[in-house]
């Protein structure tokens, strides 16, 4: 959802969680500038780090939490829910056959948790690719919600400041 300045227009994204449906949590206050800066994270690890990971969907931002959106109200008080992103590293056995043993295989993966307001948790793990595609798809929601274009020579939102600063488009 869009934050908005004292006459009303929109400068920022806040994240609305739902579950089927309902609303599940509000969190990340202004957090649209950290979502563009981790989708290029993400982005550029899954272009490198091929001597550590191999596999593609086991690179990520060397960070081992990602990030923590909480709601907090004005007097700073936590409430409302959390989103939080942290990575794991977790041995996958590979069943052998005939002609080789099985062996042990690490593997990183983002275990992304949301907590609603009545301390109801989800948790969903998913590889870099997911993780990449989700957080896109939250960058493409605020854009939408922000009302972003990409025209003109000064940026209109913090989303749109982020991808010219990371060099995204």
């Not at 829910?81 to 042990?104: A, M, N, S, V």
């Not at 957080?135 to 400041?161: F, M």
């Amino acid at each position: 959802m869009a934050c908005r300045d004292s006459i009303g227009s929109p400068y920022e994204v806040t994240l609305e969680l739902h579950r089927d449906g309902a609303l599940y949590g509000t969190v990340g206050e202004r957090c649209g500038w950290f979502l563009v800066s981790l989708a290029t994270g993400v982005a550029e690890a899954r272009a490198g780090q091929q001597d550590q990971w191999p596999d593609p969907d086991d690179r990520f931002p060397e960070d081992d939490e990602l990030f923590t959106f909480r709601y907090r109200t004005r007097r700073g008080i936590v409430s409302g829910g959390e989103l939080r992103c942290q990575l794991r590293t977790i041995p996958i056995w590979i069943p052998g056959g005939r002609d080789h043993p099985g062996e042990w295989r690490l593997a990183r993966r983002a275990f992304l948790e949301a907590w609603g307001q009545g301390g109801v948790g989800m948790r969903a793990v998913l590889t870099s690719a997911e993780l990449g595609a989700f957080v896109d798809g939250l960058v493409a929601e605020a854009e939408e919600c922000l009302g972003a274009q990409k025209s003109g020579n000064s940026p209109r939102t913090p989303i749109e400041g982020a991808r010219r600063s990371l060099g995204r488009r």
